[in-house]
């Protein structure tokens, strides 16, 4: 390929548009694709947040790259990073440090992967090293943006105040920080006193609505979305004195604010997040869903502001695994039609508990969320095997593995159990369901370097939670 071509592929990633980058490769002829070609379409790739499509380009080059290759494993660490595969994304990003260990990309990375990770103790030293060979990069991810949002004028954000007091109640706390630094945040959280009709505490952030999130059609026409978010909580709380109930909400609504303006992006009704974990720790949410936020005060006016526009409320209910997973293939209507045959007319009330209205739609609880596997096992064959939810739902750690003569081509005939399940629970088959053995190597590692045993094979976990092999003789 010319250097005049990756000049011109080189100005358009400088400019932001990626999408034309993919376009200009994907037309290409096969015999004009080359290594460096394919790294910068897989950059392109991870840039449009597709890191699937970026895994699989890279990928087909796997057996060309050299061992030293910089560029390669850092787009590698980045994909896997995009797909939740920390552990695989660490492991690469260290390869790159091997290769050169003054690469900041490489503990910058580190830095994101820890910091959703939690391991606060590694984020620090990955943190002092990035910010010592490229402070500038270090403060464009992790220092303070606040100076980037979009702000209301001061007459726009008293037009938003008066409307949440006219409509919603009278604001009287204002959560104004979440900024580690101590600055103040320019999207607050605003904490409105119940009315007589409607007796639960408000809570609403002023000042996500200054963006102008922009909703494109294929048609070519666009909308604009301006958005502030609401949460109600019961009464019985005292928000002035005791803040556990909401701090969490509040919290993520202040996230969600700068997620659509960093992101340039919109948030509407029916849009659902997943987190792949849990909300905080003094909860067991996994994600929410945006719904209409119907204030207290019927028949209420529009939010306008003086440029025409109006501001939309809309409220975040906090969403069990389950009922997400629902929602995904049910639809909104459909998860909001349980949540009101369940919850009644608190259907909209977050509390730190309440029913999973799906828990009986056949749908587990799995101990480890989707988002967290990684391709960890390097298997050749039918991999299909059956664990028991005292593994995928408990959490326990296997404790008896066997292989059995396999059912089908797809499996692999190893069957996973705790060790403590009775006979009675066994004979229950809504108990145990088919994996792959990639995912039950996720709950166990332990596991894989006996999965290569031969049909016929068992193991036991002993007291010092080592495998050895025990005397079942399952069906050869």
Known sequence: MDNEFMMEMDELMNMGEFEEVICRIQELDEDELNQEIIIM?????????RYREALESLEEIEDEVQFDDL??????????????????????????????????????????????????????????????LDE????????????????????????VLDYINRNYGTVEITQVRRIPSGKDHPIKCVSVSAKQDFP??????????????????????????????????PVGKNLDEDTEMYEWISRIMIQFAEMI?????????GHTVSYGARLDDAVEYDGVVFAPSVPPVKDTEKCMLPCGEEVEFLQIIPLYEEEILYKISNGYVDLFKRLDENLGGETDVIRNERVNVCSDTGMKKWALPRSAMEDILDWDGA??????????????????MYRERPENKFDSGWRFLAGDEDAEYMDDIRNMDIFRLNTICNYDMDIIEYLDSPVGSAFYRNKKGEFVPMDIHPEK
């Open 136 to 159: 500038q990069a270090w403060d464009d991810i992790f220092g303070d943006r606040t100076g980037e949002l979009a702000v209301y004028s001061p007459e726009e954000e008293q037009i």
């Open 200 to 233: 639960f505490w408000t809570v609403i952030t002023l000042g996500s609505g200054a963006f102008r999130g922009i909703e494109k059609y294929p048609d070519g026409s666009e909308k604009v979305h301006r958005v502030e978010i609401a949460a109600y909580f």
């Open 71 to 132: 560029s390669y494993y850092l787009e590698l660490a980045g994909a896997n990073f995009g797909l939740h595969k920390y552990r695989t994304a660490i492991d690469q990003a260290r390869h790159c440090l091997e290769i050169d260990d003054k690469c900041a990309e490489a503990w910058l990375l580190l830095c994101l992967i820890y910091q959703e990770t939690g391991d606060e103790e590694k984020l620090n030293e990955a943190s002092e090293n990035a910010r010592e």
């Open 41 to 49: 379409l897989a950059h392109c790739f991870s840039q449009c947040s």
């Open 383 to 400: 991999d299909g095997c059956y664990a028991t939810d005292r593994i995928t739902v408990d959490n326990e750690k296997v404790g008896i």
């Open 261 to 269: 303006q960093f992101d340039n992006s919109w948030l509407g009704v």
